[in-house]
């Protein structure tokens, strides 16, 4: 009885709070908050729209004629948005906690995100998947996840955790979960690997959405991969690819982050013909760019100027996304949606004024009104310490002859260059380490690279995608072991090391990915180490650290290094 009356009372709750959106929408009642004069996107109908927003509860009830409200505001001239969303986003790229993502994206107009936490799953398992979840409570700013279904990415990595369906099942039913990220084990899909299809089938059995990671992929084996129930992709860098997917039903995530940007080559997609199977994401946003360049306001404002109509793109960056998250009230100006809304100078310039989250204004052109998340000690606890290795010695690091990786520069494939003998400076070849970091195992392996162009020193750092080992660049063994061992000292981070010394560092230590210092500290921090890599001959025009953290992660082609040797990831092979 009494569970049944505590149900009616929650049940009679509704209904008051439901009676009084009615009132406030037919004008009877004063609404909390009115967007007053103003000219708003539709985005069911592609068109600019003009009247009163009214807010109750924090959802919209109105948008025709006048409405008043305990709050005005007056954005006469002004245009008005729904809320951007990003469709895919390791959080963790920022290199700061959540608190200070939101803090440094609310500003940009974003006010929801889609969050693959592999990263530091990778590193601590569920518990870094609690610690993202307890981090991202009451922000302003809706941080909704899609689970990791690589940990580790391939069994060609030694990663800091393995979680398996049973792992991730429990976190289904939590209310900001939608679904499973990214499956970038599609050669595990092709060749019917068990234990990557049961984390397909148990998230379907929760009726969730899967994303999907495959590049390059085509034909039967595309059609094999989407077969197993994989319903997008954010790693189309063609067109031709982009419209294969999209044909045979899939729904395209156009990435344009920090280390992969992927608009320009996918603009025709921002067409009616197209555009409403497709979505705007990041995937990984470096501290720089977030403060440089801006977050989906950016990729909105660049499609604009590179000729995509401005109302529909504004549409991919908000409704469409909603729409495939099946996030059924947000994405859109109208009765009983969530009165997330972006405030624009106009739609040329894009420039946001004011934002407003669940009808509260969270930013004004000051600082974002918002309460840092208390975490649990224990929770905290389970992602900091992460770095369990032995002191790396130089002997460690002796190499002769061995393959050579090629980088391509502005991009995160590698190419087979075949072998070297040793580091030749003059032919830009220098030394690459991979050092397990988790279970003290002391495993360390070594190649050739081609394509960093440090001349110099030894660049080093615990962000590795995507198990995170420590992965160095260097011209002389001292200096590489010197900047692993930095990192062992400061729990994770990145480091540059010159002759017996350490010239730059920045310390991560949750996780060995992820700081709770300020945006702008940790972005100076790692400022001052792209810097320092670029005095000592890295290729200019890349991120140093970005571009050698891919370099081990052995699902994208052609060759990577990870701590079981040089893998050849078309065949997941071990070659040396």
């Not at 995100?113 to 398992?125: K, L, S, T």
């Not at 307890?134 to 689970?147: C, K, Q, R, Y």
């Not at 075949?418 to 070849?429: N, S």
């Amino acid at each position: 009885m009494a569970q049944a009356k505590t149900q009616a009372e929650r049940i009679a709750l509704k209904v008051r709070r439901k009676q009084r959106l009615v009132r406030v929408a037919l004008g009877q009642e004063k609404a909390d908050l009115v967007l007053k004069n103003a000219d708003y996107i539709n985005v069911f109908t592609g068109e600019i729209c003009h009247g009163d927003i009214a807010v109750a509860n924090g959802l919209v009830v109105g948008m025709d004629g006048q409405y008043e409200g305990v709050t005005e505001v007056d954005v006469s001239g002004r245009i008005v948005a729904p809320g951007f969303i990003d469709a895919h986003i390791h959080l963790e790229s920022s290199l700061v906690s959540p608190a200070s993502f939101a803090r440094a994206v609310v500003p940009h107009g974003t006010t929801t995100v889609i969050c693959d936490p592999h990263e530091i799953a990778n590193v601590c398992g569920t518990d870094g998947m609690d610690y993202m979840i307890a981090a991202t409570e009451g922000l302003p700013l809706d941080v909704h996840f899609m689970l990791p279904s690589c940990v580790p990415a391939t069994p060609m990595e030694e990663s800091g955790a393995a979680l398996s369906w049973r792992d991730i099942n429990a976190y289904f039913d939590h209310p900001r979960v939608l679904g499973l990220a990214e499956m970038m084990n599609y050669p595990g899909i092709l060749m019917g690997d068990r234990k990557t299809i049961e984390k397909i089938v148990v998230s379907q059995a929760y009726h969730k959405k899967i994303d999907g990671h495959a590049p390059g992929l085509s034909g039967k084996a595309l059609n094999a991969y989407m077969s197993a129930g994989v319903y997008s992709d954010h790693e189309c860098d063609t067109l031709e690819n982009a419209l294969e997917k999209l044909r045979k039903g899939q729904f395209i995530m156009i990435r344009e982050g920090t280390a992969a940007q992927n608009l320009e080559a996918l603009l025709p997609l921002l067409t009616p013909q197209y555009a409403h199977r497709c979505m705007f994401a990041t995937d990984d946003k470096h501290p720089g760019d977030l403060l440089d360049k801006g977050h989906i306001d950016y990729i909105v404002r660049k499609a604009i100027r590179l000729g995509a109509d401005p109302i529909l793109t504004i549409i991919v960056a908000s409704h469409y996304a909603a729409r495939y998250f099946l996030l059924n009230n947000k994405g859109a100006i109208s009765p009983g949606y969530l009165a997330d809304f972006v405030v624009l100078d106009d739609l040329k310039n894009v420039n946001v004024e004011m934002v407003f989250k669940r009808g509260r204004l969270v930013y004004d052109g000051g600082a974002v009104a918002m309460e840092e998340p208390a975490i649990d000690p224990d929770i905290l606890g389970g992602v900091t310490g992460t770095v369990h290795m032995p002191p790396l010695t130089a002997e460690q690091l002796a190499l002769g002859d061995a393959p050579l990786i090629g980088l391509i520069p502005g991009q995160i494939v590698t190419e087979d260059l075949g072998r070297a003998q040793g580091v030749d400076t003059a032919q830009d070849v220098v030394k690459m380490t991979v050092c397990e970091r988790h279970h003290h195992t002391g495993h360390v392996a070594s190649c050739y690279v081609r394509g960093y162009g440090l001349r110099c020193g030894a660049v080093a750092t615990s962000v590795a995608h995507d198990s995170h080992n420590i992965i160095a660049c260097g011209v002389n063994d001292v200096d590489m072991a010197l900047a692993v061992n930095r990192l062992r000292e400061l729990g994770g981070g990145m480091a540059v090391a010159e002759d017996g010394r350490i010239v730059a560092e920045l310390a991560l230590p949750v996780a060995g990915l992820v700081t709770d210092r300020p945006l702008e500290e940790v972005n100076a921090a790692l400022e001052r180490c792209k810097a320092a890599a670029v005095e000592r001959g890295t290729q200019p025009g890349i991120d140093p650290f970005m571009t050698m953290s891919f370099a081990s992660l052995p699902v994208i082609p052609t060759l990577r290094l990870t701590t079981r040797g040089v893998i050849d990831v078309n065949t997941q092979t071990i070659i040396e």
